[in-house]
């Protein structure tokens, strides 16, 4: 069955990076892209890119350039995302998952919190 | 960008009855090919986000008869019948018409 599992929660400083890993199982993982999503506390969805594993090709929302950085390690079928320069405004919890029509498989979600 | 309003249910809404969520785009999600690129979700409490509906009508793998996406262009609806305690949550409509991609604020959905 396919399963996206997400690395644990984060603590960092403002001004940090982290990196955040998504894992996928049960599907052939360079065939589909994977979405990354945020969502802040009590707050509604926002969207920030993709990755497609089979060749790296990536797609960002503007909004995000600069701060996000998709990839994707085919060997071990897990997709990254990295979230550079950080400051309270990227507390949340962000979300992996799989397109096939839709976001059709979600990870559990990762809970990045940014504070000193 | 193109921008997701959605509408706010009365509720709290008697099990079996049901509840029609809206959702309305700020451009045509149509795209050249003649599907609608709108898709529907159900977050519950403390759940990540489930896939209902995409391409506006087209029930993702799994879910019940009992959800069915409709509408135009622009304005969107998304029908649960019979309501049960296991649809309560936020429901998100999302356009996938163009990037970037958005999503709507959300619709709580409560059972009585």
């Known amino acids: 069955q396919v399963q996206l599992q997400q690395s644990g929660a984060e603590l960092v400083k403002p001004g940090s990076s982290v990196k955040i890993s998504c894992k996928a199982s049960?599907?052939?993982?360079?065939?589909?892209?994977m979405h990354w999503i945020k969502q802040q506390p009590g707050n509604g969805l926002e969207w920030i890119g993709w990755?497609?594993?089979?060749?790296?090709?990536?797609k960002y929302n503007q909004k995000f350039n600069g701060k996000a950085t998709l990839t994707a390690d085919k060997s071990s079928s897990t997709a990254y995302m990295q979230l550079s320069s950080l400051t309270s405004e990227d507390s949340a919890v962000y979300f992996c998952?799989?397109?096939?029509?839709?976001?059709?498989?979600w990870g559990q979600g990762v809970m990045v919190t940014v504070s000193s | 960008d193109i921008v997701m309003t959605q509408g706010v249910l009365p509720n709290p809404v008697p099990s079996g009855e049901s509840a029609s969520i809206t959702c309305r785009s700020s451009?045509?999600?149509?795209?050249?090919?003649?599907?609608?690129?709108l898709n529907w979700f159900l977050q519950r409490p403390g759940q990540s986000p489930q896939l209902l509906t995409y391409?506006?009508?087209t029930r993702a793998s799994g879910v019940s008869d009992r959800f069915s996406g409709s509408g135009s262009g622009t304005y969107f609806t998304l029908k649960i019948s019979r309501v049960r305690a296991e649809d309560a949550g936020v429901y998100y409509c999302?356009?996938?018409?163009?990037?970037?991609?958005?999503f709507g604020s959300g619709t709580k959905l409560e059972i009585k």
């Open positions: 998952a799989r397109h096939s029509g839709g976001l059709d498989y």
């Open positions: 049960g599907y052939t993982f360079t065939s589909y892209d």
């Open positions: 990755i497609y594993p089979g060749n790296g090709n990536t």
């Open positions: 451009k045509s999600l149509v795209y050249k090919d003649g599907k609608t690129y």
């Open positions: 391409w506006m009508s």
């Open positions: 999302q356009q996938v018409r163009e990037y970037p991609l958005t």
